[in-house]
């Protein structure tokens, strides 16, 4: 399985499903070892681990709750133990969930910070305590395009996103002589099995003709920007936040898309 991630060493959180199975199937294709994390999508890890073995590549997986401070430590040091090492942290796992602002609860609002930014938080933290034995590494942490634009019901999630552009901006900064290099990505409208479980009137096409390039996205379209955040190729990339959204953001608010043909 060669390419340009041979032989490096992976932990992806939130990989049972969609983008983040993909971004861990991806970095095997390109020859990286894999460490698979799920909080709930047990069985899409393990056929991923499973496919990646079949294929020659080395992959395991644990379960862990990220809201959970020493849940993050665990599937660090794991992955760490499991690969000998580690080079990435992809740092997909996240939850997402709309609320109308004055019905959420703090409990609600406390699970989003809990998984979406602490969780991400405290496996960097031990992330970098292994990548700092070793020549460096490369973060990529998960944020959205609600953490540049607004949309109703968003106010708990969008706050997480943000967030996560803000921190991965000063973290970049503060180990890149560290030769630690952290990213962000920010996906737009992707693809995935969870948007057509959760919404009964969910339509795909018409999503497409929402967004410039005409389509949604698929993982695949953020699993290659991930690779490409971890390689040498993007080794002068530091605290960016790359967009993967069709032109989304690009777009005007105020223009009539269907008119642009």
């Given at each position: 399985?060669?390419?340009?991630?041979?032989?490096?060493?992976?932990?992806?959180?939130?990989?049972g499903?969609?983008?983040?199975?993909?971004?861990?199937?991806?970095?095997?294709?390109?020859?990286?070892?894999?460490?698979?994390?799920?909080?709930?999508?047990?069985?899409?890890?393990?056929s991923?681990?499973?496919?990646?073995?079949?294929?020659?590549?080395q992959?395991?997986?644990?379960?862990?709750?990220?809201?959970?401070?020493?849940?993050?430590?665990?599937?660090?040091?794991?992955?760490?133990?499991?690969?000998?090492?580690?080079?990435?942290?992809?740092?997909?796992?996240?939850?997402?969930?709309?609320?109308?602002?004055?019905?959420?609860?703090?409990?609600?609002?406390?699970?989003?910070?809990?998984?979406?930014?602490?969780?991400?938080?405290?496996?960097?933290?031990?992330?970098?305590?292994?990548?700092l034995?070793?020549?460096?590494?490369?973060?990529?942490?998960?944020?959205?395009?609600?953490?540049?634009?607004?949309?109703?019901?968003?106010?708990?999630?969008?706050?997480?996103?943000?967030?996560?552009?803000?921190?991965?901006?000063?973290?970049g900064?503060?180990?890149?002589r560290?030769?630690?290099?952290?990213?962000?990505?920010?996906?737009?409208?992707?693809?995935?099995?969870?948007h057509?479980?959760?919404?009964?009137?969910?339509?795909?096409e018409?999503?497409?003709?929402?967004?410039?390039?005409?389509?949604?996205?698929?993982?695949?379209?953020?699993?290659k920007v991930?690779?490409?955040l971890?390689?040498?190729?993007?080794?002068?990339?530091?605290?960016?936040?790359?967009?993967?959204d069709?032109?989304?953001?690009?777009?005007?608010?105020?223009?009539?898309?269907?008119?642009?043909?």
């Open positions: 399985m060669p390419g340009k991630m041979n032989g490096k060493r992976v932990l992806v959180t939130g990989s499903t969609g983008i983040g199975r993909e971004v861990a199937l991806e970095f095997a294709r390109q020859g990286a070892g894999v460490a698979l994390h799920y909080a709930n999508s047990k069985a899409g890890a393990e991923a681990v499973a496919e990646i073995r079949a294929a020659g590549g992959a395991d997986l644990l379960q862990a709750d990220l809201g959970q401070v020493e849940e993050c430590f665990r599937l660090v040091d794991f992955a760490a133990g499991f690969l000998g090492g580690l080079d990435v942290l992809v740092n997909n796992a996240g939850i997402t969930e709309v609320w109308d602002f004055l019905d959420v609860t703090p409990a609600q609002f406390d699970q989003l910070y809990h998984v979406n930014i602490r969780g991400q938080f405290f496996c960097a933290q031990q992330a970098v305590r292994h990548m034995k070793q020549e460096g590494g490369v973060i990529i942490n998960m944020t959205s395009v609600h953490a540049f634009a607004g949309m109703a019901g968003h106010s708990v999630y969008a706050g997480t996103k943000g967030a996560i552009m803000a921190w991965t901006r000063e973290l900064i503060e180990l890149a560290q030769n630690i290099r952290v990213n962000a990505v920010a996906p737009g409208w992707i693809e995935v099995p969870s057509r479980a959760k919404y009964a009137d969910y339509d795909v018409a999503g497409g003709r929402q967004i410039p390039l005409g389509r949604v996205g698929a993982p695949i379209d953020v699993a991930c690779a490409f971890a390689s040498e190729d993007a080794a002068f990339i530091v605290g960016h936040t790359l967009l993967v069709g032109g989304t953001i690009a777009l005007m608010s105020l223009a009539e898309l269907e008119t642009q043909a």
